[in-house]
């Protein structure tokens, strides 16, 4: 699951290294966490380089729907869809004239936006963009000192980094595709990634974009 996010402008470039203690490694869970965003990183920036590329990824995706039920690799139980394969019929037909986009770089300020959200909404088991005091990912920014020029993308569920960015690209029961267009937006080069736990859905992870590192 997930909810419709709204493309904003914003603007620059920033590279940033996450230093832990050599001495107290974190417990095993916020490991988890930060190998998930990591990886988020990773593998948006896979999708981004090569839509074609990710294309047959989804086609070779397809082939494990049943209906509107995709029973995959690593989910035997299956995944209910609202549109089944024609999402990702759809979805492959618009990365086959994709042109690539740009890496997108760590940003540590859209980084700590984006845990704020997920430590608000994650004990709650809330959705949206909203938080519970009516801010939106763009006021969330400017309390960390940053500008309010960012997109967001939200998950709920999706446990790997794979299965994130894939719901994100086929954006299954979203009119106007919102998380496909800001997965590939060009003009978005920096972004901040945050997943923790979720009371309802287990897993969350929010994704602030922005053109410049603080969102300016």
Known sequence: MRTAPRLRAAGAA????????????????????????????????????????????????RTYFRGKI???????????????????????????RQQPAPSLTAAPLLARAAADHVAEQGPRGATGHTSANGNRAAQRVARRGGGTYVAENITYGPPSAV???RQLIVDDDVPGRGHRRI?????????????????RYRTMCVMVLGRTPDGR
């Open 14 to 61: 920033l590279t940033a290294v996450l230093l832990a203690s050599a001495t107290v490694p974190p417990p095993a869970p916020v490991r988890q966490q930060r190998a998930l965003e990591q990886a988020i990183l990773v593998e948006l920036n896979v999708a981004r380089a090569n839509p074609r590329g990710y294309a047959e990824r989804l086609r070779r995706y």
């Open 70 to 96: 995709v029973y995959y690799p690593g989910n035997r139980d299956g995944l209910i869809t609202a549109e089944g394969t024609a999402a990702v019929d759809e979805a492959i037909r618009v990365l086959g």
């Open 163 to 165: 299965e994130v960015v």
């Open 183 to 199: 997965v590939y937006a060009a003009e978005l080069r920096h972004v901040g990634v945050a997943c923790g736990p979720h009371r």
